[in-house]
């Protein structure tokens, strides 16, 4: 019995990743932009997660953070509309 040859896993350049992370912000929401560019769904929030910039020790500042990147993502979607 032959073993099936492994698979190459794509590779996507530099560009490509920038693109998919704006498709991604403008979308409303990254599973769709992931199957419109035919890539895994968790290839692309790796993305996302690797371009945020690292939170700050301080809970509080974090959270505060967190908190004002949702409501700057919600009110860019408002101003699409």
């Given at each position: 019995m032959e073993k099936a040859p492994p698979t190459k896993r794509p590779r996507y350049d530099a560009a490509f990743r920038a693109e998919a992370l704006?498709?991604?912000s403008e979308s409303?929401?990254?599973?769709a932009a992931a199957r419109a560019l035919n890539i895994d769904p968790?290839?692309?929030?790796?993305?996302q997660k690797a371009a945020q910039e690292p939170l700050s020790a301080?809970?509080?500042?974090?959270?505060?953070?967190r908190?004002?990147?949702q409501a700057?993502?919600?009110?860019a979607q408002e101003l699409e509309i």
């Open positions: 704006r498709l991604a409303r929401s990254t599973l968790k290839r692309l929030y790796a993305w301080d809970p509080t500042e974090a959270a505060e953070v908190a004002l990147r700057n993502k919600r009110l």
